[in-house]
């Protein structure tokens, strides 16, 4: 019934009205919603697995649309970069979070995510300096979340770009490591501090056994190149036993902490004894 011509198409054309309609209205409302306070950050703690002890927390961010309620990042961030609104959406995570963290005492750190788009057109190395000097955080604690795909995708200009956020004193995350199609020399090729081993691995351990090599194998090979790794999505007790075993750094997930509000993140690390 696809194939009909021109008669096909006016079927489906009122959808697609509906659907281009949809988009621009949430594009229009995602404009305004920075000016209006309607952005807020979500806190999700991550642990040292060897000493059972609170480490930081990933900054997640959170809209909180009039209508609609709390939309997930998932839904609004791709619209954000296609219409460059994450530069400056970016930047605000950035400068939020870094205030937050630089007013808790100790040495916690925060990881926060940055899209290709900001690694790209942003100036993002000026935006990190910019906010690392206003807020006074140790350049130690902050730590910069990009995603395999965006890195290796231009090599030689994100190299220059991660080279000189290094020098700021920020440390390099690959996040989602293993989701891409990124090879084992890019990990050398790159200044990076620590690895994040995707979710979709850490959730297939417990029953793979080849999940599972893969994880003890990258967890030896990061360190052995002087980098860390983090698990992520860790949902179980059974899941936070394997990737300790497996040798991993750090972990996150639910059955360690949902992301929260600062406060309550705060209360809710320091309340459990870690895992
Ligand atoms: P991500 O960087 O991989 O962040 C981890 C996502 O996994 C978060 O979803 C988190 O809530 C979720 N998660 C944490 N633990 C578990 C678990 O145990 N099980 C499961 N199933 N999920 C878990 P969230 O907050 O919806 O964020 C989705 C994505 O949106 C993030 O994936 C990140 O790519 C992007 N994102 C979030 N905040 C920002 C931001 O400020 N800037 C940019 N550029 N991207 C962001
Ligand atoms: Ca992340
Ligand atoms: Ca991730
Ligand atoms: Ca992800």
Redesign the pocket.
């Known amino acids: 019934a696809k194939a009909q011509g021109r008669g096909t198409y006016r079927i489906f054309a009122p959808e697609m009205d509906e659907h281009l309609r949809a988009r621009l209205e949430m594009e229009a409302d995602l404009r305004q919603a920075l000016a209006a306070g309607q952005f807020e950050?979500?806190y999700?703690p991550i642990f040292q697995l060897a000493q059972a002890r609170l480490s930081g927390f990933?900054?997640?961010?959170?809209w909180t649309h009039p209508r609609r309620g709390t939309v997930?990042?998932?839904l609004f961030?791709p619209l954000a970069?296609e219409t460059g609104l994450?530069v400056e959406?970016?930047a605000w995570?950035l400068r939020r979070a870094c205030e937050d963290i630089a007013g808790q005492p100790g040495e916690l750190k925060v990881a926060?995510?940055?899209?290709p788009v900001?690694l790209a057109f942003g100036g993002i190395v000026e935006t990190v300096g910019e906010v690392l000097r206003a807020t006074g955080l140790d350049p130690g604690r902050l730590e910069l979340?990009i995603?395999e795909t965006t890195l290796f995708a231009d090599n030689q200009r994100n190299l220059d770009v991660l080279r000189r956020l290094r020098l700021l004193g920020v440390r390099i995350v690959l996040?989602?490591f293993g989701t891409g199609y990124s090879s084992l020399s890019h990990l050398r090729l790159f200044p990076l501090d620590k690895i994040?081993i995707?979710?979709s691995f850490v959730q297939e351990m417990p029953h793979r056994a080849d999940s599972a090599a893969i994880v003890d194998a990258l967890a030896a090979l990061a360190l052995r190149l002087g980098m860390t790794t983090t698990a992520?999505?860790?949902?179980t007790a059974e899941q936070l036993d394997v990737v300790r075993r497996a040798g991993c750094t750090e972990g996150?997930?639910?059955?360690l902490g949902?992301?929260r509000p600062l406060q309550q993140a705060l209360a809710e690390a320091g309340a459990a004894a870690g895992p």
């Open positions: 950050l979500a999700q990933e900054a997640l961010l959170r997930c990042p998932g961030i970069e994450i959406i970016g995570v926060i995510n940055i899209s900001q979340e995603t996040d989602d994040k995707d979710r992520e999505g860790i949902e996150q997930g639910y059955y949902r992301p």
